[in-house]
């Protein structure tokens, strides 16, 4: 078994980037989609983004919609989440995760496949 490993979180100021990434093994990374979720202090994890891996057909949380944008490079079995203007209410623990089946995208119980996660922070 092969973890999902992300990377590339860390702090920055409101209005900044960042770019998460998260490498999986070939056989989670061949899931129906690949996923982002967070998990702020005190609250419970919620949907960030959802990519098909073989069609690239993406869905967004309504409160990240253009200004995050995930993708995958699938030579390399890994899927970005590019965020940009950041805002201090995105601080959280962010997971990637894989889900084998198609349908209920947003819905973090169906998915299989979890990283250990990656902290943002955003000051203000």
């Known amino acids: 078994q092969v973890p999902l490993v992300e990377s590339g979180g860390g702090l920055v100021q409101a209005g900044g980037s960042l770019r998460l990434s998260c490498a999986a093994s070939?056989?989670?990374?061949?899931?129906?989609?690949m996923g982002w979720f967070r998990q702020a202090p005190g609250k419970e994890r919620e949907f960030v983004a959802a990519i098909t891996v073989r069609g690239g057909s993406t869905y967004y949380a309504d409160s990240v919609k253009g200004r995050f944008t995930i993708s995958t490079d699938n030579a390399k079995n890994t899927v970005y989440l590019q965020m940009n203007s950041l805002k201090p209410e995105d601080t959280a623990v962010y997971y990637c995760?894989?889900?084998?089946?198609?349908?209920?995208?947003?819905?973090?119980?169906?998915?299989?496949?979890w990283g250990q996660g990656t902290r943002v922070t955003v000051s203000s």
């Open positions: 070939r056989r989670t990374f061949s899931s129906y989609y």
């Open positions: 995760a894989g889900k084998d089946a198609a349908g209920l995208s947003k819905i973090s119980r169906y998915y299989d496949s």
